[in-house]
C-alpha cells in the first residue's frame, strides 16, 4: 500500500472515532455509529481512489450508507476494496 494512501486511511478512521467521541455518555448507540459514519463517508469521499465497500453497514436496503457495493472516493487514483 502506497505510505500515502495508509496515512489517508489512518485519517479516515480518526474522523470516524473523533465524530464518535463527541456523542460518549448520551447513551445514544445508534447516532454515536450515525456521525462515525458520516464522518467516515465523507473522508472517504475526499480521497483520490476508486473505492468499493466490501464489507460495510450491511446490504444496500439496510445501510443507508456505507453498504456493500458503495461507491467511494474522488473516481480517480487506485482502485481500492474498502472494509469497514
Do not use: H
Amino acid at each position: 500500500m502506497d505510505r500515502n494512501l495508509a496515512l489517508e486511511a489512518v485519517r479516515v478512521t480518526e474522523a470516524a472515532a473523533l465524530a464518535a467521541s463527541r456523542q460518549m455518555g448520551r447513551g445514544d448507540e445508534k447516532a454515536a455509529d450515525q456521525v462515525a459514519v458520516d464522518a467516515m463517508r465523507t473522508a472517504l469521499n475526499s480521497l483520490s481512489i476508486q473505492g468499493t465497500v466490501v464489507i460495510g453497514e450491511g446490504e444496500r436496503d439496510e445501510a443507508p450508507m456505507l453498504y456493500i457495493g458503495e461507491k467511494v472516493g474522488l473516481g480517480d487514483g487506485p482502485e481500492i476494496d474498502i472494509a469497514l
